[in-house]
């Protein structure tokens, strides 16, 4: 089980900690007015029924609002510091998750899991801020004051609290023990069966071109009502513990109640400070039994965040190479690009993406990589734009300088790159060609450019205003490579690249058009390193490296 | 947004006109929610009394809470008269009760309120399943609909959940203390009425009409920051690679500070109801102290009833912190709602279902009850023909007109375009699951579909395969599999979510899998976009497994704009020229 509170979360926290430290501010003054709200209503009601007469009672029902309604500002402010607590941790989450992703573009982490953890994923730290954090403050603050304030008047009654109190978080913490191991041992069937529906129904389009869909009916109303079955067993547990503590709390209410009743009949106690107990006695137990009710707000938000931090984590324990002095030791070679024996393996992985690769690439040379799929080519390519240090081997670029990630932007910039997969930001075509322009060029000065650009990677059919996403409407997969190409194309002819990489540049292109990209790419006079398995590639390399895969059980697309 | 199609094809449009309306006009929506849950309750065995249990419970709950403090504010000042001790007994005895029914009662009704509203969200699935089962779905853009579906049914939970249930319990339980005081002192119980009102009712709607304008605001904020967030995450490499991480990290940031300023106004928007209404409820004690004090002055009232006039509101409260929050989640959950009503109340369009031949004559019965468009037997020599065939989906124009193509046994024929011209309302149409709009279609009795997204059910690989013949035995799992190019995947093997511990080459084998194992072969296979989204070599290995395994028993139609897979076919026809 977590603990109580996140440490890491707090210390996130930062510059917004005033916010919190604020949140329990304001409980702690609520506190107090609750003492006062009980002190005016306790002894205002005691002096009419005892003297017969209202006198006075507009006055204090003057203190009595006044008191309310500092306590609704209160509660008010407790709301919007809260807000403000969680939004910057939020935001502080989401730019070092993506600086994260960013600074570490080979990792294996899935787009989708980034995408989830820095949107909806990381709206549960509102409720972890908004809802738990204030009240286990409260839980903290709340009873001991109050607590304080009963005792000054009623020493007896403190008695009750201080012994059951405690009892409080004793069983809370005993069955959410127990139902924590029964929650997580039924959470898996749970889920899978939960997800029948969406499965059928994201699976709908090709369950009715096989004539299947109305025959899933059945099975579906069969997994709904197991899936019920199953959630209500994991409730009943669930619900158990925020019940057990409802009954605590309440019955040491009552308990405190009958007992301050029989006092004040036997004259052990006037009306006076029994009323001004009744009144404290609920507010000692509201803030802890909200710490149970919100509890899983706590676990929610516990979990994002960890979530963002295992991102974060990740990218952090990347492992840096020493940035050794002999930088230029290797001799200039000449060679803008050598691969010297480099060996690569991804974290967590039991096989080496790359072993023992060695190539060069001179100026004016293209040189091609072929080999069978999950052969490290893009592993490769990765390695020679400086986004993976190898585990063995040197990378050696600019005549023999040795390449590290973390002279690796340095190096980027004398660097075009077209993926096999590009992404494209937009918002529109124009926009993504252009990022092969200088920086600071406006796009609009450049337009004749970039369509020529475009023109000649085979893309003359794509509109430069045609806008870049995921849906619909949007570019195919070969459209987008087009993209990039001309990209590429760009940041040699303008941005002064001299070294160019790409990875399978002509697939689904038809032979005349792979035939004039490959006289563009012989015109530029820039060193090219191309991924390729084309007969046409190959063939106008001036040198071809064969990759072949270490594992060849690998089956495909496992690169 | 009468026509469904558009609904299916321009989600997106949908989305924000739907949320829009709903901020402004709350009050058809709300109805239409209404009658889509009683709709739903009285789908259920003994539906209406299990919600009148839960809100049984839920009031015995609330009540309890509410009594425990008003009987012990009347015990304490019983006890300071010094009666007999005997009178008290019974005072004493209740306050105990109170003090445990409360949790019991509450723990109850959490149990049966969440058992029904569960019940209901399986109705509500059913419904929906049934009824997007019965419209053709195939076609772009539907994933998105398709996803939102399965989020918007889980709104059913809230509304009874978080919203139906404490607004009826706290209604009930105020009109009742409310009555009860009134026998003690008629205008401090009429007080406590028109605060109740005001706390419980009137604010939350506040609330509800305040936080509805931000939330509208929130919407676009959260879709621009999951654009890029998403372009991000995707486009890392190319990012890095052009050095344009600040310039994007600075994207973020300003998506991120939008976002957090509309959170920010629903932030302000809660705590100022919450305040108000603990301010209501002491505008409520302060009046019971004036005016039940009067009472207790002039002797129209026993003193011992005072404390009870002003203690109660406080316990009162805490029912009504949890209304302002229903609302709130009433404005949610209605928008997910309208979606799904509109999409049950919408005309279906096509046939749903595809109508399949039977392959085992014995079980054609399970089958029987899909209307039969039975095509007509193709011209003997062709397995489809198209003669001056129209396309288009119902009630929407139509997007090629004149259209005529054979395709023999052994050819494979390519169809090509760009984007968005109308391949895959083609594939609707061959496979039959919308009409022609003109012209003359003969294909085929039987036909294959490998599409570029074909779904792989959480499930065994083996029952994948069966989806395209449920009556095929272990062996022809096997030797479809193997046929398709994955003779290492185990049968038994479940697939993760998402397919996701398949590649994406694996899972379009898989799909090549679905029509291998049907039996006898059919004489047409449609590929649409065979070589989307995967790597060059993994594409064209899938070309030439796919060329050797269907060809040469059938015929293919191929939708592509990949010129590799056009140079592979036959001949090419061009849409849109």
């Known amino acids: 089980m977590a603990g109580p509170i996140n440490p890491r979360l707090l210390r996130e926290a930062g510059a917004t900690r005033g916010f919190i430290i604020g949140v329990g501010a304001t409980g702690v003054a609520q506190s107090f007015l609750v003492i006062a709200q009980a002190t005016i209503i306790a002894g205002t009601v005691t002096r009419i029924v005892e003297n017969r007469s209202t006198d006075g009672v507009w006055t204090a029902v003057g203190w009595l609002l006044a008191v309310f309604a500092a306590r609704g500002v209160l509660t008010w402010l407790t709301s919007v510091l809260a807000h403000r607590a969680s939004a910057g941790v939020k935001s502080s989450l989401r730019r070092r998750v993506l600086a994260a992703r960013l600074a570490n573009p080979g990792s294996q982490t899935s787009t989708a899991s980034i995408v989830t953890v820095m949107t909806s994923g990381l709206d549960a730290i509102d409720a972890y801020f908004g809802k738990y954090l204030p009240q286990f403050l409260l839980s903290a603050t709340v009873p001991i004051i109050v607590g304080v304030a009963v005792a000054i008047h009623d020493l007896t009654s403190l008695i009750i609290v201080v012994v059951t109190v405690p009892l409080i978080p004793i069983f809370m913490v005993l069955i959410g023990r127990t139902t924590q191991t029964q929650v997580a041992r039924r959470f898996k069937v749970q889920l899978r069966l939960a997800n029948h529906f969406a499965d059928l129904v994201a699976g709908l389009p090709t369950l009715q071109v096989f004539g299947r869909a109305r025959a899933q009916a059945k099975g579906l109303a069969a997994s709904e009502g197991e899936s019920r079955r199953h959630t209500m067993g994991t409730l009943r547990v669930a619900f158990l513990s925020a019940g057990v503590l409802e009954l605590f709390a309440t019955l040491s209410v009552a308990l405190i109640a009958v007992t301050i009743g029989f006092r004040v009949l036997a004259g052990d106690l006037d009306l006076n400070t029994a009323l001004y107990v009744l009144v404290l006695a609920p507010e000692i137990y509201i803030p802890i039994r909200m710490v149970g009710v919100h509890f899983h707000d706590s676990a929610n938000g516990d979990a994002a965040a960890n979530a963002a931090y295992a991102i974060i984590d990740a990218a952090e324990a990347q492992p840096t190479v020493d940035d050794d002095s002999d930088a230029t030791t290797a001799g200039d070679s000449g060679d803008l690009l050598q691969l010297d024996n480099v060996t690569y393996r991804y974290p967590g992985s039991d096989e080496d993406a790359v072993a023992g690769l060695s190539l060069a690439v001179r100026p004016g040379e293209i040189v091609a990589l072929a080999g069978t799929s999950g052969a490290g080519k893009t592993t490769s390519l990765n390695l020679a734009l400086g986004l993976l240090n190898p585990d063995e081997g040197r990378v050696l670029v600019d005549g023999g300088k040795h390449l590290t990630t973390q002279r690796g932007p340095d190096w980027r910039e004398q660097v075009a790159w077209a993926g096999q997969i590009p992404g494209l930001l937009g918002p529109t075509v124009a926009d993504d060609v252009a990022l092969g322009l200088p920086a600071g060029q406006a796009v609009a000065d450049h337009t004749d450019l970039l369509r020529d650009a475009l023109d000649r990677v085979g893309g003359e059919s794509i509109p430069l205003d045609h806008p870049v996403g995921d849906d619909g409407e949007a570019l195919s997969a070969g459209e987008r490579r087009r993209v990039a190409m001309a990209r590429a194309l760009l940041r040699v002819e303008q941005g002064g690249a001299r070294l160019l990489l790409l990875d399978e540049p002509t697939a689904g292109l038809d032979e005349a058009r792979e035939a004039q990209i490959l006289w563009t790419l012989r015109d530029l006079g820039v060193g090219v390193l191309v991924v390729s398995h084309r007969e046409a590639v190959l063939a106008a390399a001036d040198r071809v490296v064969d990759m072949t895969a270490p594992a060849a059980s690998l089956p495909e697309g496992a690169k | ?577």
């Open chain 2, 1 to 577: 947004m009468s026509d469904v199609n558009e609904s299916l094809v321009t989600p997106l449009v949908t989305t924000e006109t739907t949320d829009e309306q709903a901020s402004r006009q709350g009050k058809g929506s709300v109805s239409d929610v209404r009658s889509l849950v009683v709709q739903l309750i009285g789908e259920l065995p003994n539906g209406w009394g299990r919600l009148l249990g839960a809100v049984a419970l839920s009031v015995a709950a609330t009540g309890a809470s509410v009594a425990l403090l008003a009987v012990s504010a009347w015990l304490l000042s019983y006890a300071a008269e010094h009666p007999p001790a005997l009178y008290l007994l019974v005072a004493a005895t209740a306050v105990r009760t109170f003090g445990t029914t409360r949790g019991v009662f509450r723990y109850f009704e959490r149990i049966v309120s969440h058992d029904v509203a569960l019940r209901m969200q399986s109705a509500l699935r059913m419904n929906v399943y049934d009824r997007l089962a019965r419209t053709t779905l195939l076609g772009a853009r539907r994933g998105d609909l398709l996803i939102r579906v399965t989020a918007d049914v889980e709104s059913i939970m809230d509304v009874i959940v978080r919203v139906a249930l404490p607004f009826a319990s706290a209604s009930i339980v105020l009109l009742g203390t409310s009555i009860i005081l009134g026998f003690f002192d008629f205008w401090s119980a009429a007080a406590l009425l028109v605060c109740s009102v005001l706390a419980g009712i009137v604010l939350p709607l506040i609330a509800q009409r305040m936080s509805a304008r931000t939330d509208a605001s929130s919407v676009p904020a959260r879709a621009d920051l999951a654009q890029v967030v998403h372009a991000s995450a995707r486009a890392t490499t190319d990012i890095v690679a052009y050095g344009r991480v600040e310039q994007q990290l600075a994207q973020v940031a300003e998506a991120d500070a939008r976002l957090r300023a509309a959170e920010s106004k629903a932030a302000w928007t809660q705590g100022l109801a919450a305040g108000s209404q603990l301010f209501i409820m002491g505008v409520a004690v302060a009046a019971a102290l004036v005016l039940g004090g009067h009472a207790v002055a002039t002797g129209a009232m026993p003193g011992r009833e005072l404390a009870v006039l002003a203690l109660t509101p406080l316990a009162l409260n805490e029912s009504f912190a949890d209304l302002a929050k229903a609302a709130q989640t009433m404005t949610h959950a209605s928008t997910a709602l309208r979606r799904i009503i509109e999409l049950l109340t919408a005309p279906p369009v096509g046939v749903g279902d595809r109508v399949v031949e039977p392959v085992q004559p014995a079980e054609t019965g399970s089958e029987s009850d899909v209307a039969p468009a039975e095509p007509e037997a193709p011209s003997a020599s062709a397995v489809l023909e198209l003669d001056g065939l129209a396309i288009g989906w119902p009630n929407n124009p139509v997007i090629v007109d004149d259209l005529s193509l054979t395709v023999k046994p052994g050819q494979a024929v390519a169809v090509t375009g760009p984007s968005g011209i109308g391949k895959t309302t083609l594939a609707a149409t061959v496979l039959g699951l919308i009409p022609p709009r003109a012209g003359e279609l003969d294909v085929a009795p039987s036909v294959g579909y490998l599409a570029q997204d074909a779904h792989i059910f959480t499930t065994t690989i083996s029952e994948n395969v069966r989806i395209g013949n449920p009556f095929a035995s272990e062996d022809d799992v096997v030797e479809a599999l193997r046929r398709a190019g994955l003779p290492y995947l185990a049968p038994e093997r479940i697939v993760g979510e998402d397919g996701n511990t398949l590649s994406g080459g694996e899972a379009r084998r898989v799909a090549l899998a679905r029509i291998l194992v049907i039996s006898p072969r059919p004489a047409l296979t449609l590929l649409d976009e065979p070589t989307e989204h995967l790597d060059a070599e993994t594409a064209q290995k899938l070309m030439d497994d796919i060329w050797a395994t269907t060809l040469p028993e059938g015929a293919m139609l191929v939708l592509t704009h990949d010129p590799g897979v056009v140079a592979r076919c036959d001949r090419e026809v061009k849409l849109g020229e």
